[in-house]
């Protein structure tokens, strides 16, 4: 392609969102047959048309680190897929990286929408984009975890 630039590099799978038709249901099977632990928080989804934060529950692999995210679907009248995929994040060292990202997307001439530095509910930082077929993907950085 003749790009003046590198690939930035990523540290990892970081975490999966789908959409599920019951979260309570959906979390106690991933917690009984994966081993995943729930955390007592959740991410606002920021697809929320009315930008409410949906139903939701963050589940983690102790062993790992990788989590996922099982919620509602964003319409929240149980219409839509049913165990859609619903984004890809990928782990990145730090927020520079973030930045270097943005560039690369740029030199590909791939949309995106910037780097965004997030505080709810801490700090963190993402970068949001799409692949060809319209599936969500992002690099996502959260201070002191790769």
Same mark, same amino acid.
């Given at each position: $392609?003749?790009?003046? /630039?590198? &690939?930035?590099?990523?540290t990892?799978?970081?975490? !999966?969102?789908?959409?599920?038709?019951? !979260?309570?249901?959906?979390?106690?099977? +991933?917690?009984?047959?994966?081993?995943?632990?729930?955390?007592?928080?959740?991410f606002?989804?920021?697809?929320?048309?009315d930008?409410?934060?949906?139903?939701?529950? @963050?589940? =983690?692999?102790? !062993?790992t680190?990788? $989590? #996922?995210?099982?919620?509602?679907p964003?319409?929240?009248?149980?219409?839509?897929?049913r165990?859609?995929? %619903?984004?890809l994040?990928?782990g990145?060292? %730090?927020?520079?990286? @973030? %930045?270097?990202?943005?560039?690369w =997307?740029?030199s =590909?001439? !791939?949309?995106?929408?910037?780097?965004? %530095?997030?505080?709810?509910?801490?700090? +963190?930082?993402?970068?949001?984009? &799409?692949?060809?077929?319209? /599936?969500?993907?992002?690099? #996502?950085h959260?201070?002191?975890?790769?």
């Amino acid at each position: $392609m003749g790009s003046a /630039i590198e &690939r930035p590099a990523v540290t990892g799978f970081h975490h !999966v969102s789908a959409a599920v038709t019951d !979260v309570e249901s959906s979390a106690l099977w +991933y917690q009984r047959v994966l081993g995943l632990q729930r955390l007592p928080m959740t991410f606002p989804h920021h697809d929320a048309a009315d930008g409410s934060s949906e139903k939701a529950a @963050l589940l =983690l692999d102790v !062993v790992t680190g990788v $989590m #996922i995210e099982l919620h509602a679907p964003a319409d929240g009248d149980g219409g839509g897929p049913r165990g859609a995929l %619903d984004h890809l994040a990928f782990g990145v060292a %730090d927020r520079a990286t @973030l %930045d270097a990202w943005a560039a690369w =997307l740029d030199s =590909l001439t !791939v949309p995106h929408g910037g780097v965004v %530095d997030r505080t709810d509910p801490t700090g +963190y930082a993402t970068l949001e984009f &799409r692949d060809p077929d319209g /599936i969500a993907l992002e690099f #996502i950085h959260f201070p002191g975890r790769g």
